[in-house]
């Protein structure tokens, strides 16, 4: 199982220039949260801070148990070992071959054998689909490929936590959706606590547990996707839709006069581009079948029903939704977890569950969260379709189903198992 990762009021400048303030949410054990914002606000700088490798001026990072801004380098040493981090280029070395990229931690950090590393190493590159180019080197494969190599390599010393930076860049639509049901199924199958930096909303909309929002140097809200996928919020409508109107312009602040005439422009019927506004909230994606089931979604349930009160009305709703659902789809068998009224084991949740910073009249001052109306009864189940999974049992071996076929220019015919084995 995964472990929390809780920050508290954390504050990183660079010189004169402050990336992002006051930053708090907790990533919940084994759930999977997405870190959204537009390009410069700070993600990759946030996840670095994550794992020690840049370091915030104020404020804490507790990593199971420990506080890493406080502690040791030792025991930071210690703590990264917990971590799996997939940077945002993979940063492979451009020299190793995937076998030794991605064996690279495993000679790094323990004293294993090579036969023992050969097997750990064969495993992870099946689990990506990558079986058959371990002897690539990097610059000659895609770089949907390489993001998967980066994933093995993330994978290897069994992390406890997964740091994804931005797994899409680069990708196109389909092979951005195999990443995500890769990323699912690698939280189905070893329960990591797992935050994925993106500014892709299709994956937003339908992989995470909880989703930010980075803007203007303040983390906008964090909480259920159900909060954020039902916000009225400015910034956050307009990045969900893609649009022009709003708040986000080309650089980061955008004046009133823009505003207007892009608004006069839209009245105009010109068209600002964007998507149409999605009615409702997209159900979550599943494991592949023959996958294990998400023990996080029985957490989250737990979670969510015990701060819901504390969630927006639009939020609340969406989420009793998805609780009704959920409940007609119910297998008998875990009937019984449903019992529990109103949790009250969840103080490690920060204040009331979700931030939202206040966005009043042009600006992201004070912070605080809003506090929805009335008590929420009942328990959630965030959209997750409970269809697959009877396949509980399913032998180990189908547990390494890939959904990967892609096929790669150069290895259309030389890599025979970059193909379902389903
Ligand atoms: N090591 C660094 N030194 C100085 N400035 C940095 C450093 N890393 C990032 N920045 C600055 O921090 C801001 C946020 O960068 P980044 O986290 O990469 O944004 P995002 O990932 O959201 O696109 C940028 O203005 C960038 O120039
Ligand atoms: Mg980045």
């Known amino acids: 199982m995964g472990v929390e990762v809780s920050v508290e009021g954390l504050t990183k400048s660079f010189g004169v220039q402050k990336i992002w303030q006051d930053v708090t949410l907790t990533l919940p054990t084994g759930e999977v949260s997405a870190l959204l914002g537009p390009s410069g606000t700070g993600k990759s700088v946030f996840l670095k801070s994550l794992i020690g490798l840049l370091r915030p001026e104020e404020g804490s990072i507790v990593v199971d148990g420990t506080d890493i801004m406080e502690c040791s ?3 930071l040493y210690e703590i990264r070992k917990l971590f799996g981090v997939l940077f945002q280029d993979g940063a492979l070395f451009g020299s190793m071959n995937l076998y030794d990229n991605t064996a690279f931690p495993l000679r790094e950090h323990t004293k294993k054998k090579e036969d023992e590393i050969r097997k750990i190493v064969m495993e992870k590159l099946e689990l990506v689909g990558l079986t058959g180019a371990e002897n690539k080197l990097p610059g000659e494969i895609s770089g949907g490929m390489r993001k998967r190599a980066g994933l093995a390599r993330a994978l290897v010393l069994d992390p406890e936590i997964i740091l994804v930076d931005e797994p899409d860049s680069g990708l196109d639509p389909v ?9 699912l199924n690698i939280n189905a199958q070893i329960d990591a606590t797992m935050l994925i930096v993106t500014h892709n909303i299709n994956l937003a909309r339908t992989v995470p ?5 980075l803007f203007r140097k303040n983390l906008v809200m964090f909480g259920p996707r159900e909060v954020l996928l039902t916000s009225e919020e400015p910034a956050v409508k307009q990045f969900l839709n893609g649009t022009m109107i709003g708040p986000i312009g080309m650089s980061e602040e955008k004046d009133e006069a823009q505003m207007r005439q892009e608004q006069a422009l839209s009245d105009a019927g010109h068209n600002l581009g964007g998507v149409e506004d999605v009615e409702g909230i997209m159900p979550q994606m599943d494991p592949t079948p023959g996958m294990p089931r998400r023990q996080a979604v029985d957490r989250r349930r737990e979670r969510v029903r015990s701060i819901m009160h504390t969630l927006p009305e639009n939020a609340q709703h969406a989420i009793q939704q998805s609780l009704d659902e ?4 119910r297998q008998p068998a875990y ?8 949790g ?3 103080g490690g949740y920060e204040q009331g569950g979700y931030q939202q910073s206040g966005y009043q009249q042009g600006g992201y001052e004070g912070g605080g969260y809003q506090q929805g109306g009335h008590d929420g009864g009942g328990y959630q189940q965030g959209g997750y379709d409970q269809g697959g999974w009877s396949n509980d049992d399913a032998p180990t071996e189908q547990r390494g189903y890939q959904g990967w076929n892609e096929p790669e220019p150069r290895d259309r015919y030389d890599s025979p198992t970059d193909r379902p084995r389903g």
């Open 73 to 75: 380098s030792k025991e």
């Open 175 to 183: 092979r951005t959706t195999y990443i995500s049901q890769l990323l």
């Open 209 to 213: 547990d909880n989703i930010g929002m």
């Open 326 to 329: 959920a409940d007609g789809e």
């Open 335 to 342: 009937a019984g977890a449903d019992g529990r009224q109103g």
């Open 344 to 346: 009250d084991e969840h």
